[in-house]
């Protein structure tokens, strides 16, 4: 359904060159149009950054294999060794079968595989999952970041949350 709707379009509207992967094989190149992502950065200064001993590393997004969710939650234990007074917070709505034209991730095991770390990591004391946060319940996270990571294998234009953490000062590690 959602292939016969992009083809019925004029027009589609994506955020970068490199996006438009995902739509070419349905959508004629000379019928998109590009709006970059954009952020009001001032806003996100203002935010201010909050000192405190305990290391908060932030994943902000669908909470998915093809968000790089999965890797993330792999890589605690690794990080918890050398580190272990650092804190996760993966906020965002999690997605068990993904929803991408590229169908990256998303097969049975990928979910199961998701789910087991999920059930894994629910009764940590140091990870944590707010749900989709906003509002100031977000700004609260991004002034308590010391890191934040966009493991994502599925991005088109760079995505708005890292663009949010670089503009509130907080260091972004992320996937080309």
């Known amino acids: 359904y959602v292939r016969w709707i992009l083809r019925q379009l004029d027009c589609v509207i994506v955020r970068s060159e490199r996006f438009k992967a995902q739509f070419l094989q349905h959508v004629s190149p000379e019928r998109f149009s590009i709006i970059p992502v954009a952020i009001d950065v001032e806003e996100h200064r203002r935010i201010g950054r909050a000192t405190s001993p305990t290391p908060l590393i932030l994943f902000m997004g669908m909470i998915s294999k093809a968000k790089g969710a999965t890797d993330l939650l792999k890589a605690v234990p690794v990080v918890q060794d050398q580190f272990p007074q650092c804190e996760f917070v993966l ?10 034209l590229l169908e990256l991730g998303g097969g049975q095991r990928d979910e ?6 999920l059930e894994k990591y629910d009764q940590e004391d140091t990870v944590h999952f707010p749900g989709l946060v906003t509002g100031d319940a977000k700004r609260e996270l991004l002034r308590r970041a010391t890191l934040f990571v966009c493991p994502s294998y599925s991005e088109g234009g760079g995505p ?13 590690i992320a996937t080309r």
């Open 160 to 172: 708005l949350t890292a663009l949010e953490a670089m503009a509130s000062g907080i260091p972004v």
């Open 112 to 117: 199961e595989e998701l789910l087991n770390l």
């Open 91 to 100: 906020a965002g709505v999690h997605i068990y079968k993904e929803r991408n």
